[in-house]
């Protein structure tokens, strides 16, 4: 299964299992969503469940809110996450807060899906990376999956917990390549990390997009390095960081997201604050630049690629 | 060549409807046929009892016992009309003015002060209440009463949800897109617009050139009416056809009322507005006209409303008392965020103890 068929089919199991789980969005229904995402499931579940919404990208999730605190599980869909800004009050405002402004009265049990990154030639506010807006907040889980098996799990997890959960897809990986994917209902921790691969003398923190651009750099040159796909941005598995960290003495953070004031800042926080007598060199960022997502003729220059990625492990290699 | 295709489509005409005009008199046409007398003096006490509730956080807040707060004064028969017309099962989205609201549906009135003496706990709107916490940011509540009227027509049980939102609400984007999706979806959902006439500084003819805010309506396909929002007999009347008509239809109704007093004890209204328009609206009073109905039918006198004086009296001090023993506790905060506290939030807390960070 490829990453679309991966959450194509958690879907339908989520709806399958729970008459409240509702999905609704822009194009979503006939049209099966722009990337096929929710394709056959007005059919197999109906038009009040499978819901082609007017084009209000607060409304949508400002309903979805509602929906939420009458006890149902709504999945919004916003299109791309460039048109989730339209819609970032009711999220920061409203999904974030509900439980804490009322002390656990209500609460906010909504998954909001959207297409994330670039690297696919999309028009302008179709490529964006704006995970780190969202991990600022609490009372927002931000996730991120990598691969098919992660997206599926990641998505039951997330629909089974009663907090507001945004799953972040990133576009190049819908259909980049298939992995054996269990038909049946599984889940994906929440708020830990994953090691997917073991190593002494550097740790490689990503996720997201970068995680097969760093595996493929790593694999060709043979580095010692531990790779840490982090999964869930917020709440992020930071023991699993540090004690990685600890080990190897040596890190360096990916993200396709702009440089300054992004997911790789927080991450190297953290590792400043709990382990750093344990480093031998300088924690080392590689991810774009600090200007917004370019025209699609210039991206080539703007997401980081496996030479980028090299070079940064050949340097602290060297430190 | 220019033709009119639209005639058909658009009929300009939002009705008034005014029932008990500000003399106390009352047009017995339109007079509400389940409106009984114990009925009508439940809301007399109710829109006196809001008034003197406001007071009181009014007086608090000047005393430093109480947050910024947003007065009511004046917009009770709104408020009184609307929420005495809920069913029992039915639910309600307010803005941040809807105190009156609050208190027709039972919400302790502890909580209403725990509330607007600035803690959280006050958000905690008990279930039988059947309405959400106050919302701030103005008009972004509109959509989650269309959420609420998705999910009751959804699992068909039946209810509807009336949603409160001022005339500065309806310029906002989330008023329009939630109406819009209430339309497209027929969703039992009533829109109680309480046009007090300001917001904050800014008057009814400087939010729209449009000439009722009703006629917002009209651009998502949604039946809209004006009532004169200081009379509770029209209030009531339009707000329980409304509900009636919610299992087929939305419906928005505007209110027309005036903000007695200030936006909210942070802002002096006498900087941007003219005594003389206050004045003209003292008049139209809706507590003043619903007591002359009262009277004049002897249905009330002075000394019925001296012992009910008294009765709302010692019920806002017991609640204030009960309101100010009221003693928070820090480790919620951390204990909320989330269904689970992850480590980073436990780490704070532990640290916060550990450090004695909070002894002062």
Not at chain 1, 40 to 45: C, E, I, Q, S, V
Not at chain 1, 51 to 59: F, G, K, V, Y
Not at chain 2, 48 to 76: H, W
Not at chain 2, 106 to 116: A, D, M, Q, S, V
Request: net charge negative; aromatic share 10%.
């Amino acid at each position: 299964m490829n990453m679309v068929g991966a959450i194509n089919n958690a879907l339908e199991l989520l709806m399958k299992e729970n008459e409240n789980v509702i999905l609704l969005g822009e194009d979503i229904g006939k049209d099966g969503g722009v990337f096929r995402v929710t394709d056959g499931l007005l059919d197999k579940f109906g038009p009040e469940r499978v819901i082609d919404t007017p084009l209000a990208e607060s409304a949508i999730l400002g309903t979805s809110i509602g929906m939420a605190l009458a006890g149902l599980h709504p999945i919004p869909e916003i299109q791309f996450a460039g048109f989730m800004y339209e819609g970032f009050a009711q999220l920061i405002n409203h999904a974030a807060r509900y439980r804490s402004r009322t002390r656990s009265a209500f609460q906010v049990p909504m998954t909001v899906r959207t297409p994330v990154s670039g690297g696919v030639r999309t028009l302008e506010h179709h490529a964006e990376s704006p995970e780190a807006f969202y991990s600022h907040i609490g009372g927002l889980i931000v996730v991120e999956p990598s691969n098919p098996y992660d997206a599926k799990g990641l998505l039951i997890k997330a629909v089974h917990m009663n907090d507001p959960v945004l799953f972040l897809e990133p576009t190049k990986l819908y259909r980049l390549f298939k992995q054996e994917v269990p038909e049946d209902m599984y889940e994906v921790e929440i708020g830990k990390a994953k090691v997917i691969r073991e190593g002494k003398e550097l740790t490689i923190i990503t996720y997201g997009t970068m995680v097969k651009v760093v595996q493929n750099v790593v694999e060709r040159k043979g580095t010692d390095a531990e790779i840490i796909d982090i999964v869930t941005i917020n709440p992020l598995d930071e023991s699993k960081i540090i004690e990685s960290v600890k080990k190897t003495g040596r890190v360096i953070i990916v993200h396709e997201a702009e440089h300054s004031f992004g997911v790789g800042a927080e991450i190297a926080a953290r590792i400043a604050e709990k382990a750093i007598y344990s480093l031998d060199a300088p924690i080392l960022r590689v991810t774009s630049h600090s200007f917004p997502y370019p025209f699609p003729g210039y991206e080539q220059y703007y997401i980081p690629n496996e030479i980028k990625v090299e070079k940064a492990i050949d340097k602290i290699m060297s430190m | 060549m220019v033709v009119s295709l639209l005639s058909e489509v658009y009929n300009g005409e939002i009705k008034y409807m005014q029932i008990l005009d500000e003399n106390g008199n009352v047009d017995a046409s339109l007079f509400p046929k389940d409106l009984d007398d114990s009925k009508i003096i439940q809301m007399y006490k109710y829109m006196n009892f809001a008034r003197a509730i406001d007071a009181k956080l009014l007086s608090m807040q000047r005393q430093g016992r109480a947050v910024t707060y947003a007065p009511l004064l004046g917009e009770e028969a709104t408020q009184v009309g609307s929420a005495m017309a809920m069913r029992p099962n039915d639910f309600f989205v307010p803005s941040f003015r809807q105190h009156a609201v609050y208190l027709v549906r039972g919400l302790p009135l502890e909580k209403h002060f725990i509330y607007w003496r600035g803690f959280e706990d006050g958000g905690a709107i008990p279930k039988e209440v059947r309405g959400l916490p106050v919302t701030v940011p103005v008009g972004s509540q509109v959509p989650h009463a269309v959420g609420l009227a998705y999910a009751q027509k959804y699992k068909k049980t039946g209810s509807a949800v009336l949603v409160y939102v001022g005339d500065g609400g309806t310029s906002e984007g989330d008023f329009y897109e939630g109406i819009n999706f209430a339309g497209v979806f027929k969703l039992p959902l009533v829109v109680i617009i309480e046009n007090n006439q300001w917001a904050i500084s800014v008057p009814r003819r400087m939010q729209t050139a449009a000439q009722t805010l009703a006629q917002k309506g009209i651009a998502v396909g949604i039946d809209s009416i004006q009532v004169d929002g200081n009379d509770v007999f029209a209030v009531y009347k339009a707000t329980k056809d409304a509900i009636e008509a919610s299992h087929e239809k939305p419906t928005i109704i505007e209110c027309i009322t005036y903000r007695m007093s200030m936006h909210t004890t942070a802002d002096d209204p006498t900087k941007y507005r003219e005594d003389a328009e206050v004045e003209a609206w003292k008049r139209k009073d809706p507590i003043d006209r619903l007591k002359k109905y009262l009277y004049s039918r002897n249905l009330w006198d002075d000394k019925k409303e001296n012992s009910m004086k008294e009765e709302q009296t010692k019920a806002i001090e017991d609640a204030v008392r009960k309101a100010e023993e009221f003693k928070p506790d820090p480790k919620s905060m951390f204990e909320h965020v989330y269904s689970f506290m992850p480590e980073i939030l436990k780490e704070e807390y532990d640290e916060s103890i550990r450090e004695n960070f909070w002894q002062g």
